[in-house]
């Protein structure tokens, strides 16, 4: 069993639908990540929140927006999404820099995100 | 050019065969991670390292510095181990980021 909980592992939804994706980790890790990751590609990374705040967007359109209410919740709210942004969303986290020694992350199982 | 690249990007086995997937990288890493990721799924963890080699039952993961390249080898290969395998290195410029290379898909047949 993964210690990166994601919800729900499945979703399809509408271009005008809004809809939340929800990560959960109970390591104490104060870093949580999403990835975007299309069929036979690599991860992408999207965002990075380090002791809850933002610090990494790597330019990601403005109908994808993270929300980290506390150090252990990672929200992706979805709105007015495109067919192109049908993909597997996996969350991740880690201990961020700075807290001793670089350390792993930990992926989710991801959501696999449907857009018709 | 990517800045992590792996090969080979295919791989087949029967079982029981070793098997070395190699990733090379063009910038400065902190660390590099193997990742496991089998179809449909998450990713699992295999290794974090940044020097020597490390090892995991049957799965060895080595990391040259000065020649910028890490290999991932599997002793005796097993059907589960189907998956694509992934190294991912943590760049010096930017540390809260992974660079994945390309994955290498591997089948084993029994």
């Known amino acids: 069993d993964t210690e990166v909980t994601q919800t729900p592992k499945h979703l399809v939804m509408g271009m005008t639908n809004k809809k939340s994706l929800k990560c959960e980790q109970h390591?104490?890790?104060?870093?949580m990540y999403w990835y975007k990751q299309k069929a036979k590609k690599p991860p992408e990374l999207m965002f990075v929140?380090?002791?809850?705040?933002?610090?990494i967007n790597e330019s990601v359109p403005s109908r994808f927006s993270p929300e980290c209410p506390n150090s252990s919740l990672l929200n992706l709210h979805l709105h007015a999404l495109q067919p192109e942004d049908s993909a597997l969303y996996l969350c991740?986290?880690?201990?961020?820099?700075?807290?001793?020694?670089?350390?792993?992350?930990?992926f989710g199982d991801g959501t696999r995100l449907s857009i018709l | 050019k990517n800045e992590v690249e792996q090969s080979p990007q295919n791989l087949t086995a029967q079982e029981g065969e070793f098997i070395t997937i190699n990733c090379s990288y063009s910038?400065?890493?902190?660390?590099l991670h193997w990742l496991q990721q089998h179809p449909g799924g998450g990713i699992v963890s295999l290794f974090m390292l940044s020097s020597g080699k490390k090892k995991h039952g049957r799965l060895i993961a080595t990391i040259n510095i000065q020649e910028k390249h890490s290999s991932l080898h599997i002793t005796a290969s097993h059907p589960r181990d189907s998956a694509v395998y992934i190294c991912?290195?943590?760049?010096?410029?930017?540390?809260?980021?992974?660079?994945f290379g390309t994955g290498t898909r591997l089948q084993v047949f029994p």
């Open positions: 991740a986290s880690s201990q961020p820099l700075g807290e001793g020694a670089v350390q792993p992350q930990h």
């Open positions: 991912a290195g943590r760049p010096y410029y930017n540390t809260d980021k992974l660079i």
């Open positions: 929140y380090s002791y809850e705040k933002l610090s």
């Open positions: 390591m104490g890790h104060r870093a």
């Open positions: 910038v400065g890493i902190s660390a």
